[in-house]
């Protein structure tokens, strides 16, 4: 596998302007993966590439065709990887789970080790202008339709449920691996590590005892969030306004593209008038944040604190799952901009907001210890890691699903949704 993120031949067959170019592409891909798009300025990308900022128009109009470039190259080069994975998987003859695990592991490997350009097209995607998007649309439509015929396969050939549709499965396997450029620390997980105890994971749930009885009943969501509407002066029913239409046009737009006039309009007032509430759009993204996770914590909380009616470890994990999963779609906007908005923030806002993730990991790793001490999670799965690839698999969610479409074809309710995350992450997708 090569380590230049744009796959660009050896620099003695290349003229120094195209190696320029590609010096330029690499910088780049390398910002935007570790900061961002929209804090990535042309100053920083030439800075990183040893130049003069106006040097950069010399090879490239503006920023936009800076960032479509790298996307497709991080993309092309992750479908082109897995894709040789499977073809070879299919040519020597080899069983499903094996052929699994080293499609995971390849695009594990371009996701967070040998391409800064396919980890900057993961984490920049959902938050780019939609015309953008639409531009790479095909090129991820195939990526997904070759997961799509290789689960569909299997599903044939009797190696993975059928009580659930390939293009729901597809996309919970894709979450759980995306979401590790959230996490993924080189040091402490190698990429071979990784890969096997995600594959795993996926393929065989953490429960040691399959098909126990779970949640058949999901309840309609019942937690109060951190913004009640109808209490207080009229200056905090305004405040709280503000901050509701904030999350929502920043869970949508992202943070660097939603403005404080997109903001008003959300919330139907004039522009200025928000400045009586908030000093900044700073300011209001760190109570947005901060109510989101508050909110989760504590709702999430409450559930695995409910031991009298829900004795069974496993049960207390579907509940957990479901109340998380409630969070992020019906019961809170701050939880789902949140989760959208974090990995492209810049560090020193994560950084003020880290205690409060800290505490909902610790959260989830004493439930999840608790079960394998009890004997109700497999003893080979280590906490940590499958707390990160459950959480990942969950929070992915909000990148693709839609309850709107409840009643389309092929369309999951919410329920139904919570349901199936439950199945996979306690049962895994394998048959039984």
């Known amino acids: 596998m090569s380590s230049n993120p744009n796959n660009a031949p050896q620099s003695k067959t290349l003229s120094k302007s195209e190696q320029t170019r590609n010096q330029i592409l690499a910088a780049a891909a390398k910002l935007f993966r570790e900061e961002g798009y929209h804090a990535s300025t042309l100053r920083k990308i030439a800075a990183k590439a ?9 090879h490239f109009a503006s920023k936009d065709v800076i960032l479509d470039e790298v996307l497709d190259a991080g993309l092309r080069q ?41 980890s900057a097209n993961i984490r920049n995607f959902p938050t780019l202008p939609e015309e953008m998007r639409n531009r790479h649309r095909p090129l991820r439509r195939a990526y997904a339709d070759l997961w799509d015929e290789f689960l569909g396969d299997a599903r044939k050939a009797g190696e993975i449920r059928d009580d659930i549709k390939v293009v729901p499965l597809r996309q919970f396997v894709l979450g759980a691996l995306n979401w590790t450029v959230e996490w993924y620390d080189a040091e402490r997980y190698p990429i071979g590590m990784l890969s096997q105890r995600a594959a795993k994971l996926i393929l065989d749930g953490m429960s040691t005892e399959h098909g126990a ?14 913004l009640p509407d109808d209490e ?56 947005v944040l901060d109510i989101g996770l508050r909110d989760l914590l504590d709702g999430v909380a409450d559930v695995m604190a409910q031991t009298y009616d829900k004795p069974q470890h496993r049960t207390r ?22 989760i959208r908005m974090y990995g492209q923030l810049p ?59 409840d009643g389309l074809d092929d369309a999951y309710s919410l329920n139904d949704m919570v349901r199936m995350l439950q199945i996979l992450l306690l049962d895994g997708i394998v048959a039984r």
């Open 232 to 287: 207080g002066s009229k200056a905090s029913r305004s405040r709280r306004h503000i901050l509701s239409a904030a999350a929502r046009i920043m869970r949508d737009k992202g943070y660097s593209s939603a403005t404080l006039r997109d903001i008003a309009d959300e919330a139907g007032m004039e522009a200025g008038s928000v400045y009586y509430h908030f000093e900044s759009k700073d300011q209001i993204l760190d109570e």
């Open 317 to 338: 994990i579907a509940a957990a799952i479901q109340r998380h999963f409630q969070h992020l779609f019906a019961e809170s906007e701050f939880t789902s901009a949140n």
């Open 347 to 405: 560090k020193a806002v994560r950084a003020r907001h880290f205690p409060v993730r800290h505490d909902y990991g610790n959260l989830w790793d004493r439930c999840l210890a608790a079960a394998q001490d009890a004997g109700e999670i497999r003893p080979d799965i280590k906490v940590v890691p499958l707390r990160q690839v459950m959480l990942g698999a969950l929070n992915w969610t909000v990148e693709w699903f839609d309850p709107d479409r």
């Open 213 to 226: 009885a779970m949640l058949s009943i999901i309840s309609e969501p019942d937690v109060k969030t951190g």
């Open 78 to 118: 992750l479908v082109d990887a897995v894709k040789q994975t499977g073809v070879e998987a299919k040519t020597n003859g080899t069983g499903f789970r094996e052929a699994f695990g080293a499609m995971v592991d390849t695009h594990l490997t371009y996701l967070l080790l040998a391409s800064d350009s396919t």
């Open 50 to 58: 040893g130049m003069e900022a106006g040097s950069i128009y010399y």
